[in-house]
């Protein structure tokens, strides 16, 4: 199983900066990963694939990165409708073994 | 407007069975894989099962093989979920989710959700 570390656990960050959220994963997953973001009592978003690729109707402060091991959620300039928990999920096996990590808390600084 | 509603969630017993339901609609159903992800109160996201645009093939987390079964009628644009054999460890919110087209759903790099339903909550518990 890959498994998908996410660091850190909780960041905090004050309204219009940049928060930087981290991903690795055990063993190289390529480019097949995503970035979800959950709100208290909502279902996750999809935010990217494909590990930079922003979902229909995303904003553009949202960007990931990284291919590989290691992946980069960019918030540019936090509004406060981002603050939520990120989880990244790999998809990089067929038959399917999907696994996700375990979420970061981004908190209003 | 892309629409998934979970129901059938609720208490059952240690050892019971339960069946949930995810409704679809504002898309081509039979176009689509599915799957189902839950999540423990409190806790991070489990991918659970995944059904072919058909309803042919299908695959499950090893936490869940053998006691789970993933079905859907595409003439009623449902996706299933019959749970069994139901232990303390599976009480969650389960979601569905809709997964790649049916032109990709079996390749490698296509099994991202999106979008996902509010979730129906099972709760295992004597």
């Known amino acids: 199983e890959i498994v998908m570390t996410q660091s850190p656990a909780t960041l905090s960050v004050s309204p219009g900066e940049r928060a930087t959220l981290s991903c690795r994963a055990s063993q190289s997953v390529s480019s097949n990963l995503a970035w979800y973001q959950q709100k208290p009592g909502q279902a996750p978003r999809l935010l990217i694939y494909?590990?930079?690729t922003r979902a229909t109707g995303i904003p553009a402060r949202f960007s990931g990165s990284g291919s590989g091991t290691e992946f980069t959620l960019t918030i540019s300039s936090l509004q406060s409708e981002d603050f939520a928990v990120y989880y990244c999920q790999q998809y990089n096996n067929w038959p399917p073994r999907i696994t996700f990590g375990q979420g970061t808390r981004l908190e209003i600084k | 407007e892309v629409q998934l509603v979970e129901s059938g969630g609720v208490v059952v017993q240690p050892g019971g069975s339960l069946r949930l339901s995810c409704a679809a609609s504002g898309f081509t159903f039979d176009d689509y894989a599915m799957h189902w992800v839950r999540q423990a109160p409190g806790k991070g996201l489990e991918w659970v099962s995944l059904i072919s645009w058909d309803g042919g093939s299908t695959y499950y987390a090893d936490s869940v093989k053998g006691r789970f079964t993933i079905s859907r009628d595409n003439s009623k644009n449902s996706l299933y979920l019959q749970m069994n054999s139901l232990r303390a460890e599976d009480t969650a919110l389960y979601y569905c989710a809709k997964g790649p087209e049916r032109s990709s759903w079996h390749q490698i790099g296509n099994n991202w959700f999106d979008p996902w339903g509010q979730g129906t909550l099972v709760t295992v518990s004597s």
């Open positions: 494909g590990a930079s």
